[in-house]
């Protein structure tokens, strides 16, 4: 069971990104999924989640103007949309999934992760 993350790289400031991420093992439909995010020096935060029943829950309210998460049934993917992009937006961006399937973004129930893509965002 894991999940694997693409679509990361470099881009100016204003830019886009769309972050897919696909699963092998299990079905994101059965799962909350979320998209996380690691700084150099920083805790990993929610960025966007989605529980199983479909309530979207954006962590932090400087992205939620910017940023759109969505899944795809029946490709068994989840995306980021990322707009707007700015420099501290810089950071490993992580998809994972929760069994619970609960309406939560920091994390703590979240035990299907990623290896990260990174995200860079120059002035």
């Known amino acids: 069971v894991h999940s694997v993350e693409s679509g990361g790289g470099l881009v100016q400031a204003g830019g886009s990104l769309r972050l897919s991420c696909s699963a092998s093992g299990l079905h994101f439909g059965e799962y909350a999924v979320g998209w996380f995010r690691q700084a150099p020096g920083m805790e990993r935060e929610g960025v966007a989640c989605?529980?199983?029943?479909?309530?979207?829950?954006f962590s932090k309210d400087s992205v939620e103007d910017r940023f759109a998460i969505s899944r795809d049934y029946s490709k068994n993917a989840m995306y980021l949309q990322m707009n707007n992009l700015k420099p501290e937006d810089t950071a490993m961006y992580y998809c994972?999934?929760?069994?619970?399937?609960?309406?939560?973004?920091?994390?703590?129930?979240?035990?299907?992760w990623g290896q990260g893509t990174q995200v860079t965002v120059s002035l």
């Open positions: 994972a999934a929760d069994p619970s399937g609960d309406y939560q973004c920091d994390g703590s129930s979240y035990s299907v």
């Open positions: 989605v529980s199983r029943g479909g309530w979207t829950l």
